[in-house]
């Protein structure tokens, strides 16, 4: 063999070895390919193991994704539970699958917030197994729960007085009945529920708020507008205040009783009961007792006996309505009635500590003004613009309108005077010139965020008797925007992906390196 064909010889076998080199780096790269295409399958499937594993044991790893923070505390909850300065249990009376069956979006509701408020340290929950579980030893430690109920939801305790409160579902669950009283929930209150429990249990003195019955207001359960302001009485507990009923006609208030709230009065008090309501706003000069008093609008009824009470201390209710002239105050949405709907300010910023937002309005509709008499006793809470006017319908004819012009002086919607002992100890009555300012409609509706009515009526309650904290918490609506995820729905979303996602992957991943190892 000669030196050529030798060299072409060494040639060809480098070539060879080159090609050969080349097809175990190609096989060997494919090989490691197919491995870290099964590593990283099995590591993603692990990951979403391991983070349901982490979601259930540590409810604080949880996101809320929706618009409305329907499944989040509210802000006010948040700092209540983060600053309080006792430590509470929570107990669940069932397991937290049975709370997730009572309602399939409100449910869960509850149940999120509960995870939530888990979180603090201060607050303990635990689900329990009633049926599984000694109820002589329940009882014997809760004996003022009924047991025999079925409705029995959560207790709320104090760990270190072994204080409590049972709340029951229709405490926490906002329901309705059909014409075959078949049930449907609408809405939830667990997070003032709750705070008010934890008020109540951990508080020296509750604040007891009588409504009075007795004349024609709305509070009285037989009244045909008895529903018009039924969710004030609700935020009062809600905001742990205590409440009662009185019939100033055939009662007198009693002695702990703190405030007294005449809603819309169609009757006039007797003399008698102007006597014996003067009697306890002076709680023998001791004083510290408020009445709030919403006067009523239709004058068929004439009210001389409270209308001299009033202007014993010092103030008038007028006839005729607020109408507000400033267009920035009057409510556009009412059409031609938006200038009785008035959205008031607050008279030299009184009584407005503690409110979370100041830049919102008290709105007022058809708002009776409030004339001051005695400036000495009597202070405006609420005011309208400068440029407002009295309106005053003609009683043989309504849509006949009389004018009273306010000459650039703004009016008073609502007006506290006071009285005040030695000791500087005092008793206040409230004139609030709207009960539509009380109303379900903007106290509790959609309307009612856009609005302080509720806000600033408990925060000056709140203010007037000491009580430490306001608690109220808006409910969010879950309605058509949430992500519930049910117990069947957990199951798809676990398999597809842990299963379906994973397996796919696999066989993708066969599918492209079986064609690359044939080309």
């Not at 590593?39 to 259930?56: E, M, Q, R, S, W």
């Not at 006017?389 to 009683?395: A, L």
């Not at 009515?453 to 808006?474: P, Q, S």
Request: aromatic share 10%; net charge negative.
């Amino acid at each position: 063999m000669n030196k050529e064909n030798m060299n072409n010889t060494e040639a060809v076998s480098a070539e060879s070895a080159k090609a050969s080199l080349k097809r175990m780096t190609t096989k060997q790269r494919k090989l490691f390919n197919t491995i870290f295409i099964i590593i990283f399958l099995l590591i993603f499937a692990g990951v979403n193991v391991f983070a349901t594993f982490l979601v259930k044991r540590f409810p604080s790893l949880e996101l809320d994704f929706t618009s409305s923070g329907a499944y989040s505390l509210n802000t006010t909850t948040e700092e209540y539970v983060e600053y309080m300065d006792v430590e509470v249990n929570i107990k669940v009376l069932m397991e937290e699958e049975s709370l997730l069956s009572i309602d399939s979006t409100y449910g869960y509701q509850v149940n999120q917030l509960l995870r939530e408020l888990s979180k603090y340290k201060k607050v303990n929950l635990e689900y329990v197994n009633i049926e599984a579980i000694s109820m002589k030893a329940m009882s014997e430690k809760y004996p003022d729960v009924n047991w025999s109920s079925a409705d029995n939801l959560l207790i709320v305790e104090d760990k270190a007085t072994g204080k409590y409160e049972c709340l029951g579902i229709y405490d926490v669950f906002a329901a309705t009945y059909d014409q075959e009283y078949n049930i449907s929930f609408t809405g939830q209150y667990l997070e003032q529920c709750v705070l008010s429990s934890i008020q109540k249990i951990t508080s020296d003195k509750i604040v007891k708020i009588a409504l009075s019955t007795g004349n024609g207001e709305f509070f009285n359960e037989n009244s045909d507008l008895s529903s018009y302001c039924a969710y004030l009485p609700i935020v009062l507990e809600d905001n742990a205040y205590e409440i009662e009923r009185v019939n100033l006609l055939s009662q007198s208030p009693s002695e702990d009783t703190d405030i007294i709230i005449m809603m819309a009065p169609s009757v006039d008090l007797t003399t008698e009961a102007v006597d014996n309501l003067s009697l306890w706003l002076s709680n023998n000069g001791n004083y510290g007792r408020t009445l709030v008093y919403v006067p009523f609008d239709h004058k068929e009824a004439e009210t001389p006996n409270i209308d001299l009470m009033l202007e014993q201390w010092g103030m008038k209710v007028k006839e005729g309505y607020i109408s507000e002239n400033d267009l920035s105050k009057g409510l556009a949405m009412m059409g031609d009635d938006s200038k009785m709907y008035s959205m008031m300010d607050y008279a030299e910023q009184t009584y407005t500590e503690g409110l979370a937002d100041k830049s919102l309005s008290v709105l007022m509709p058809y708002c009776m003004p409030v004339e001051i008499l005695d400036e000495n006793m009597a202070k405006p809470l609420l005011q309208s613009s400068s440029m407002a006017d009295v309106v005053i319908p003609s009683k043989e004819d309504a849509t006949e309108l009389n004018y009273e012009y306010s000459n650039g002086q703004p009016l008073n919607a609502a007006v506290i005077s006071t009285k005040t002992n030695d000791n500087e100890e005092s008793s206040q009555i409230v004139v609030w010139g709207s009960y539509d300012g009380l109303s379900d409609r903007w106290t509790y509706s959609a309307y009612s965020s856009n609005f302080n009515n509720t806000a600033y009526f408990i925060n000056l309650l709140n203010i007037l008797t000491d009580n430490d904290a306001m608690i109220l918490v808006e409910s969010v609506d879950v309605g058509g925007q949430s992500i519930i995820v049910t117990s069947a729905q957990q199951i798809t979303v676990f398999a597809l992906f842990v299963i379906v996602i994973p397996v796919a992957l696999v066989v993708i991943g066969l599918i492209i390196w079986n064609k690359r190892r044939h080309r």
